[in-house]
């Protein structure tokens, strides 16, 4: 009779008995369990491998069984062997090939990154260095503020009084100018660094996703000017007109809303610009900085500052706490009436458009001309400098829009509108990623691209402004239709 293992059921080649149980055990397999456990593993007695006992045996054979006897059993045994080895190596080889995928991928990601990145540097390295170059030009000086400048400001009963004195720019304002600046570019420098990580989150798990929706206001209080000379403020959340401002004697052309302030400034053809109180419902400050109509509006940085510009033919930087005019400029060389402004990002220099054509490019601190843009064939009706400050967008009576470069000082793109297109109103989002324009209807460009992705007709009349909402979550809107839309996906 052969000795079987109590645990494998097979015979074992090295067998001993375990005098708690009495059984016979593999000693490999013994050893293992009592390592483990300690104990019998028949009757869970203490068991320690010094009390087992070997059994000497002459030559144990192991009988094989039954169905590995015969030729067809071991044949068997050998094709099951070869496709669970054949099985394993295909396994492998998908394995390899999946990993090898995944590499090749992430290699091609890495170095898409490093060549963003360093194109990135190499712009940026160039917007520096052409700002930094970006001098004041000889013979397109412009002189000082004319003293005909007379400012009015609200006294105490009511009643406008006249300032004649003009303050200048002091260094303490132009200091004032250079901080804001230096927090601005700053403030840019986080925000590009968060919108490239942004970008690159985007690339990598939304490639084929589609623009994001659109629709309305900076503000949740939205304003609109007419030709019925009233400003009309309007609550977007309660969807309601605040107030209503009477006092120009002409139409209303430009209107701005404080960013911190529940001031709106406006302005019109009566040459004079208003400063409007949306709590109080009254106008403030009257500035009379142009003896002809103010046909541009652009606010400071700072808040505290407001650009101006004029068919008089000069632009003018007022202090709007005090109404008084800061500096009055003009090019006597052009000769023209301007007829937009819009103050760069930075708050340093800022644009006019002309009538004959001309974007113009002013160092406020130094208040000269220190570039011009050539190009438009009719009046410049609007401009608009990108957040980021590298490009400027201008429409004109032409029917086209220009891209500038500010770092190379030329057009690197035209978009040709269609026949007797009005553009009224351009506007840059938050990002920079979208150009609004707004005329005979509204359309929306996506910027790199410089691609059209979205259009407007809904307004029966001409588009006079168009305004982006923060991130470019909606688009609101203007018309001479006496109408102000909201636009969303």
């Not at 520096?128 to 006294?155: D, F, H, N, Y």
């Not at 200048?168 to 990580?197: N, S, W």
Request: charged residues 20%; contains cysteine.
């Amino acid at each position: 009779m052969s000795l079987v293992c109590a645990i494998c059921n097979e015979v074992p080649e090295h067998p001993c008995v375990s005098p708690v149980s009495n059984q016979v055990f593999e000693r490999r397999l013994i050893e293992k369990y009592i390592a483990e456990n300690g104990t019998d593993p028949m009757n869970g007695q203490p068991l320690s491998e010094e009390q087992l006992i070997d059994i000497k045996v002459s030559h144990p054979i192991r009988p094989k069984a039954p169905s590995a006897t015969s030729i067809p059993a071991i044949l068997k045994s050998l094709q099951d062997e070869w496709d669970a080895v054949m099985l394993h190596s295909f396994t492998l080889r998908q394995q390899l090939q999946t990993t090898r995928q995944e590499l090749s991928h992430a290699l091609y990601q890495h170095d898409a990154a490093c060549r963003v990145i360093a194109r990135l540097t190499k712009e940026v390295t160039a917007a520096r260095e052409a700002l930094a170059t970006l001098k004041p030009q000889a013979g397109l000086v412009a002189p000082q503020a004319i003293a005909a400048s007379q400012p009015t400001a609200v006294g105490a009963g009511g009643e406008p009084m006249e300032i004649n004195e003009q303050v200048g720019m002091t260094p303490e304002i132009i200091q004032k100018l250079q901080d804001k600046a230096t927090i601005l570019t700053t403030e840019r420098k986080k925000v590009f660094l968060l919108l490239l990580l942004l970008c690159w989150w985007w690339f990598f798990t939304c490639l084929f996703s589609s623009v994001p929706s659109l629709v309305p206001c900076i503000y949740s209080s939205l304003f609109k000017c007419g030709a019925d000379k009233n400003v009309v403020v309007f609550d977007k959340n309660e969807e309601q007109i605040v107030a209503t401002f009477k006092g120009h004697t002409k139409k209303v052309t430009s209107v701005i809303y404080h960013p911190s302030q529940s001031v709106v400034f406006s302005a019109s053809p009566d040459s004079t610009i208003r400063v409007w109180s949306v709590t109080g419902g009254n106008c403030v400050q009257v500035v009379r900085a142009h003896e002809a109509g103010v046909t541009g509006l652009s606010l400071h940085a700072t808040g505290d500052y407001l650009l101006s510009s004029s068919e008089d033919q000069y632009w003018a930087f007022s202090d709007i706490q005090t109404g008084r005019v800061l500096t009055k400029v003009t090019d006597e060389s052009a000769g023209c009436a301007l007829t937009c402004a819009q103050f760069h990002p930075d708050g340093l220099i800022f644009g006019t458009g002309t009538a004959d054509s001309q974007i113009k490019i002013w160092d406020l601190k130094e208040r000269t001309n220190v570039a011009n843009f050539p190009g438009h064939s009719g009046p410049v009706t609007s401009i608009a400098f990108s957040e980021n400050g590298y490009y400027l967008a201008t429409g004109a009576q032409d029917s086209s829009l220009k891209l500038w470069d500010l770092r190379k000082l030329k057009n690197f793109k035209t978009i040709t509108l269609d026949n007797n297109y009005e553009v009224k109103s351009l506007v840059f989002d938050q990002s920079g990623t979208y150009l609004a324009v707004g005329g005979s209807d509204i359309r929306v460009y996506i910027c790199k691209q410089w691609s059209e992705v979205l259009n407007f007709t809904d307004h029966t009349g001409l588009v006079t402004g168009v305004s982006f909402g923060d991130n470019a979550r909606f688009l609101s809107s203007a018309g001479m239709d006496r109408s102000l839309k909201f636009y969303s996906l």
